[in-house]
């Protein structure tokens, strides 16, 4: 069947303007998580999505970053007035349920120029 | 969330079993044992997990010992595809990977 999917692929933007990054989960999973890896290093995770929980922010790390899940469908990570540190690849996973495998995407590579 | 540590490469010849040990000793009693793979330029893949006991699957064995603080990764016939940073992770309840820097695996012909 159909695996994490993710758009866009690439996106360059400048400095300042906000970017919408989307993830489309596999159908009936029920937790989503979004990871940022920025070139070189390993996987920083960003925040979490189980069900109609309240989704775990800790790892967003500023208020630029924001979050939404429309049930257990579609997510969209937003980065509001990006800067060069925000490049890097943003990955998406889902899970069957929390605990379980994740299954990523292909990842949105963010550049910021 | 229990740490892990991990040798930050590793080499194997083609055809050989490649074995990939994980620290985790401050690992608690509802904690799972987790290894993802990330080939260059690819988002991670799943291995295999445990919680106790050793599990096989078709790609790897997974053997953690009896104190559960520590594992080992077994890729039994590795291949130049297996080529890819193995990352060993320790999961609560809550299902996010805590990511380190993982095992650089070198397969060579």
């Known amino acids: 069947g159909a695996g994490v999917s993710q758009s866009p692929s690439n996106k360059v933007t400048e400095k300042g303007k906000d970017v919408e990054l989307r993830c489309d989960p596999i159908s009936g999973h029920t937790a989503l998580y979004w990871y940022r890896q920025r070139l070189g290093q390993g996987l920083e995770f960003l925040i979490y999505f189980q069900g109609n929980s309240a989704p775990d922010k800790s790892g967003l790390p500023s208020d630029r970053f924001s979050a939404e899940r429309t049930g257990e469908s579609v997510s969209t990570l937003t980065i509001q007035r990006t800067q060069q540190e925000d490049s890097a690849v943003y990955l998406c996973a889902s899970s069957l349920w929390e605990n379980y495998e994740q299954y990523f995407g292909p990842g949105t590579r963010l550049t910021v120029t | 969330d229990a740490k892990t540590t991990q040798p930050p490469s590793m080499d194997c010849a083609e055809g050989r079993a490649a074995n990939l040990p994980c620290n985790h000793s401050t690992i608690s009693g509802n904690e799972y044992v987790y290894w993802y793979r990330q080939i260059h330029s690819q988002g991670p893949q799943y291995i295999i997990h445990g919680l106790k006991n050793n599990e096989t699957n078709e790609m790897a064995s ?26 060993c992770i320790v999961i609560s309840n809550t299902g996010k990977l805590i990511f380190g820097q993982g095992t650089t695996l070198q397969v060579k012909p």
């Open chain 2, 62 to 87: 997974l053997i953690i010992t009896e104190d559960r603080k520590s594992s080992t990764l077994i890729l039994p016939h590795a291949t130049l595809r297996d080529t890819a940073v193995y990352y």
